[in-house]
């Protein structure tokens, strides 16, 4: 089945640790997406990539990390740097062109600090 | 500039009743207007999507959205719900053609179904 895939499902980080989100697709997907969820929040945008090897940051990229080697993969890192990491991850793709505004997610990664 | 508000955060409803839930949104340009919906714990699914052709777009499970630009407006009706609709809805609002990095969400609204 065609899919994004979020590894792992729950994560639990330390004070000073850097934790990475694993996404992966197999949809042939130019460009990834990730957004962080707060509860009653919508989804803000933490960083995106449109091509590989290529990346911009979005609205909240303080404190986070990502890198783009391969086009099915684009993991997220969150640094000691983001004080308040606990959240809902979610990762997205898109396809290029007309209807590039659809979005396909993973299932998310719920980051809680211990 | 853009933006989108959800006039609810919470709407409940009985089952086999009508869903609507509200949306205005604000934008510069001419603007694509998507619904989403999560379930616990899940991604996000696209339910429909208005790009500047029909301004009553059907979805799937049954949703339907009416762009109204007079009101500024992007509900999402749907005339009976069912048990498996509870879930967080959101109101999506984008340049048409801007692509997805353009994306404005709103707060969402979550819908509970009583029985």
């Known amino acids: 089945d065609g899919g994004i895939t979020q590894s792992p499902k729950y994560l639990f980080r330390k004070e000073g640790q850097n934790v990475t989100l694993s996404c992966e697709q197999n949809l042939n997907h130019d460009a990834m997406y990730w957004y962080r969820q707060d509860p009653g929040q919508g989804l803000r945008l933490i960083y995106y990539?449109?091509?590989?090897?290529?990346?911009q940051k979005g609205d909240i990229a303080e404190g986070y990390s990502v890198s783009r080697e391969k086009k099915e993969s684009f993991p997220l890192t969150v640094t000691s740097a983001q004080k308040n990491p606990t959240a809902f991850y979610l990762c997205a793709s898109s396809s290029p062109g007309r209807g590039s505004e659809k979005l396909f997610f993973g299932s998310g990664t719920q980051l809680s600090v211990l | 500039a853009q933006s989108v508000t959800q006039l609810d955060s919470h709407v409940s409803v009985s089952e086999g009743t009508p869903v609507l839930l509200r949306c205005n949104y604000s934008?510069?340009?001419?603007?694509?207007l998507f619904w989403y919906v999560q379930h616990p714990n899940k991604g996000l699914q696209l339910l429909l999507k208005?790009?500047?052709?029909?301004?009553l777009v059907k979805g799937i499970n049954g949703f339907e959205a009416e762009f109204k630009k007079s009101e500024t407006s992007f509900h999402l009706t749907k005339p009976s719900a069912h048990m498996s609709d509870a879930a967080e809805y959101f109101c999506v609002v984008s340049v048409t053609g801007g692509g997805a990095d353009g994306l404005t969400f709103g707060k969402g609204t979550h819908l509970i179904i009583q029985p």
């Open positions: 934008s510069s340009y001419s603007p694509s």
């Open positions: 208005y790009t500047s052709a029909a301004t």
């Open positions: 990539s449109q091509i590989v090897n290529d990346f």
